[in-house]
């Protein structure tokens, strides 16, 4: 009874692991790259900012954290929208925003946003100095993302 059920364990861990290899395998397969990407020509933001102390990163984090959600909820031509912090440097950290278009998607829609306004005043009020610099980008199709 015992190699059984250890052969029934057996079994369904490769069944499992099976099913794991073709549904990765499908999932690669979906990509859609350079011409037959579903947002053709998106608008990029990207912000790159340094902050003086792990403590003002941590309050700007805390302050974009709603002004994120609100992106995922309420604008769906949004197509990513993340923060993340350098790996070699915990004061660095970029923004990565991704749009189908510059018009509406990123301006008006996001810019004129009232949660935009709001993170924008908070971050200004809030005395915490960072070194900020952004560029905007045009994708040209080649790749997938």
Known sequence: MVQQDRLVQVLTIAGAAVLGALIGSSWTAKRRYGADKTA?????????????????????????????????????DT????????DNNPLKIQI???YKSRSPAYDPIHRSSEPFKRFQDAVKESGMVLDKAGQSFIEADIGHM
């Open 40 to 76: 053709k020509q998106a608008f990029l933001l990207v912000i790159n900012a340094t902050f003086e102390s792990v403590a003002d990163r941590d309050k700007f984090i805390t302050l974009f954290k709603p002004l994120a959600k609100h992106v995922a909820e309420h604008e769906p």
């Open 79 to 86: 197509l990513a929208y993340e923060l993340a912090i350098a």
């Open 96 to 98: 990565f925003e991704r």
